[in-house]
């Protein structure tokens, strides 16, 4: 049987990508893309732990996590698409109308 | 067997992830994410998790991605011709390089000490994976199951106010 | 529960107690009604959703002044309606009732007079409450996204407005991103110990003590601090809020500031100081180090504000700070003076953003610091309540604002944290300066204009007349308060 450690270093390498995806990109809906990766690293770690503790809980959880997951994107998507028509871009650089 | 299934798509996972990072077009990046999402959901099937992989497949591959590639489309957005990282960006790599670190010390250090339940693999095959979800949420997790459906209409309202063109 | 055998009665396994989330269904019932009203209403009459939902509000907090003192679990332990949710139940619906009252007036004069926003503050306010009653990690995080996606909508709700869009979108990714780290953190605890309700948490952990020694569990813990220090906006997590709450409209800005602030330490109180008691060393310590942070870098920054909306924000970054030094005491008076100092919170900040929303002009014109000079001698009774609400932010007594730092930081001498306390009392020393830079403006400049635009609808009137009383009346008698924190706390 394949040991838990496995899955939980990839899901942590999964994690540590979407992370730094968020950092450093620029365009909004690649940030969300990136978001989207760390949220599925987390499901896949409840997933890991459901199957070797013998319990189902962890599958309800990443039940209500892809819930959230979509309608987040619902509501971030639409938010984009408002800025968009205003301001014609959707690069977080130009998120600077406020600043210090 | 196992082992080598798991390493192969493991490596497609991870080649795919970062190729969602560092993608120019975002059409590529959203391409790239549908990718991973199919890899994760081969992963849960050697999980024991048949119904999770196909609602993964669902609603992640098809639904989120569907709407995101829709937006891109919509607002035409192109390759990137500038700089794709944000002036912050030697910063951020490091911040993340320090999180993996960290997480692997204390992955490695770590054991499975939760406390161990009755589901085995030949309790799932013999009375069916949608059918223990089934169980364990409408007995145990009812509650929070209710409250998405208020999370659901948020999110609808707040689509539509946002985005309909005149109110 | 015994998954291997289909259960015979299910709504008996499902554990249904509608007593246990009374409040919830109430005003979710009522939001789900305002929706169906506000499509037969035309445009002039949105005010009328308001009216609704204050009423609802009203049957709401009767519903949870009747459950207290009598604790109610329901769903097999996933809420748990006892003294400590109703009393933040209390806080958040004070919260959205003071809201409501500033909405009307500022949507007529931005043009976004859309009456969605009145369900989706009633619904921001059912989140809030599932997170302070869930004793299940699965309940407080889908307390906290009803709560979330209703607040990416309301700071973004001024569409034509360029910074309200940029607010909203801000406010978008960096909710995203904590959500990911709290869930993190939430699935290294289920792994650690095989449940993710609170109190099973805390049983497993003191029966098998062999888990404190998983490095599992530690890092759950600390990616879990992470994601709620995001949510209440603690230093150095703070990152882009000062510009959401600058962006977002000023009702939803008051109501942002206090309510999912309030919200996310009743769900960061109930999962560490029930869940996690054993590592209380371990958390008392990052928390030391959070509320030194949070407190001088919201201070600091905030004395070089002009805008006074961004000013406001970076204070209740510092007030945060304050309720992190009670809450890091652990003890029963530092959680009392949090529990407190949050309802106080509620009514001081609340009102001072009614004044704000009473000066800005159409497109958020009139926020800075230096438009308000000579607003005292114009209107005397409104500069009073203004210098109210500012003299209890910088705690000086005898408002409710002192009274709540007092206790704040004797909780922490007394549970040995002195040089924090000190720190807390100095940073507060500091506070004075731009709080009262405001009424310098207002009474000791001369008048760059002529405010004769200002018109107090009676509904701005009547939050400003309970801001005031929320203000001095704990600040004068705080007994009756007190008692009820006191009697509010989980230990």
Not at chain 1, 40 to 54: D, E, H, Q, R
Not at chain 3, 133 to 149: A, K, P, Q, R, Y
Not at chain 3, 458 to 476: E, R
Request: hydrophobic fraction near 55%.
């Amino acid at each position: 049987m394949l040991s838990l450690h496995s899955y939980l270093i990839l899901s942590a390498i999964l994690f540590s990508i979407g992370a730094i995806g968020v950092l450093i990109r620029r365009n909004a809906i690649v940030i969300f893309m990136c978001v989207e990766l760390m949220l599925n690293s987390v499901n896949l770690t409840f997933i890991a732990f459901s199957k070797y503790l013998g319990n189902m809980d962890g599958q309800i959880f990443v039940f209500f996590v892809m819930t959230v997951a979509a309608a987040e994107a619902a509501v971030g998507l639409a938010l984009m698409i408002a800025f968009y028509k205003n301001r014609e871009s959707i690069d977080v650089e130009d998120l600077n109308l406020m600043k210090w | 067997m196992e082992t080598i299934f798991f390493t192969i798509v493991a490596a497609v996972t991870v080649l795919s992830g970062i190729m969602v990072v560092t993608c120019r077009n975002p059409i590529n990046s959203a391409l790239s994410l549908i990718l991973t999402f199919f890899c994760i959901a081969t992963l849960y099937v050697t999980l024991d998790a048949p119904f999770m992989a196909a609602v993964q497949v669902l609603v992640y591959a098809g639904a989120i991605m569907v709407l995101i590639v829709f937006v891109i489309m919509l607002l035409n957005i192109r390759s990137e011709v500038g700089r794709r990282y944000t002036h912050a960006g030697i910063i951020g790599t490091v911040v993340g390089f320090l999180m993996l670190v960290l997480t692997f010390n204390f992955l490695n250090n770590s054991s499975l000490t939760g406390a161990k339940g009755l589901i085995t693999t030949d309790v799932i095959n013999k009375i069916g994976h949608t059918e223990l979800i089934a169980r364990s949420m409408f007995t145990d997790f009812l509650l929070p199951f209710e409250i998405t459906s208020i999370l659901l209409l948020v999110a609808i309202i707040g689509a539509v106010i946002l985005s309909k063109k005149k109110i | 529960m015994d998954m291997l055998q289909f259960p015979a009665n299910i709504a008996a396994a499902a554990g249904v107690n509608f007593a246990a989330i009374m409040p919830e269904v109430i005003l979710s019932v009522i939001a789900m009604a305002l929706l169906l009203v506000n499509v037969f209403i035309n445009s002039e009459q949105k005010a009328y959703l308001g009216y609704l939902s204050l009423i609802g509000i009203v049957v709401t907090f009767f519903s949870v002044v009747s459950g207290w003192g009598a604790p109610q679990s329901g769903f097999n332990n996933s809420v748990l309606q006892d003294n400590f949710s109703l009393f933040f139940k209390g806080t958040f619906l004070v919260s959205a009732f003071l809201t409501i009252l500033i909405t009307d007036q500022y949507l007529k004069r931005e043009e976004c007079n859309w009456g969605e926003i009145y369900p989706l503050i009633l619904f921001a306010t059912v989140g809030m409450m599932l997170m302070a009653s869930g004793t299940d990690l699965m309940t407080i995080f889908l307390g906290l996204e009803v709560l979330s996606v209703s607040l990416y909508v309301l700071a973004g709700f001024n569409r034509a407005n360029l910074k309200s869009n940029e607010a909203g979108l801000k406010y978008f990714l960096l909710g995203a991103f904590s959500t990911g780290f709290l869930l993190y953190g939430m699935a290294l605890i289920y792994g650690s110990t095989g449940t993710t309700r609170v109190a099973a948490i805390a049983s497993y952990i003191s029966q098998n003590g062999m888990v404190l020694s998983n490095p599992m569990l530690v890092a759950g813990m600390l990616l879990m601090a992470v994601g709620f220090s995001f949510k209440i906006a603690a230093a150095p997590f703070h990152m882009w809020t000062p510009d959401v709450y600058e962006g977002a409209p000023t009702p939803m800005t008051a109501f942002m500031s206090v309510g999912p602030k309030a919200a996310g330490f009743a769900a960061f109180l109930r999962v560490f100081i029930v869940a996690l008691p054993a590592m209380k060393a371990d958390w008392s310590e990052l928390l030391w180090v959070l509320a030194v942070l949070t407190m001088t870098v919201g201070n600091i920054t905030a004395l070089k504000q002009t805008n006074i909306k961004r000013m406001l924000a970076y204070s209740s970054i510092a007030h945060a700070g304050y309720v992190l030094v009670g809450f890091t005491a652990g003890n029963a008076v530092g959680t009392a003076g949090v529990l407190f100092y949050m309802l106080s919170y509620a009514f001081m900040n609340i009102g001072a953003f009614a004044i704000i929303v009473l000066v800005g002009r159409k497109g958020e014109e009139n926020n800075n610091v230096s438009d308000y000079a000579g607003f005292g001698f114009k209107h005397p009774v409104l500069g009073m309540c203004m210098s109210i609400f500012l003299f209890s932010l910088a705690g000086i007594p005898p408002a409710a604002g002192f009274i709540g730092k007092f206790y704040l930081f004797s909780g922490a001498i007394q549970a040995g944290y002195v040089w924090l306390a000190i720190i807390g009392v100095l940073n507060s020393a500091a506070s004075v300066y731009y709080y009262l830079r405001v009424m310098v403006f207002m009474y000791m400049k001369d008048p760059t204009e002529e405010f004769d635009w200002l018109a107090v609808s009676p509904s701005l009137a009547l939050c400003l007349l309970l801001s005031v009383a929320g203000v001095l009346i704990p600040g004068i008698v705080p007994g009756t308060l007190l008692d009820l924190a006191q009697k509010a706390i989980l230990m």
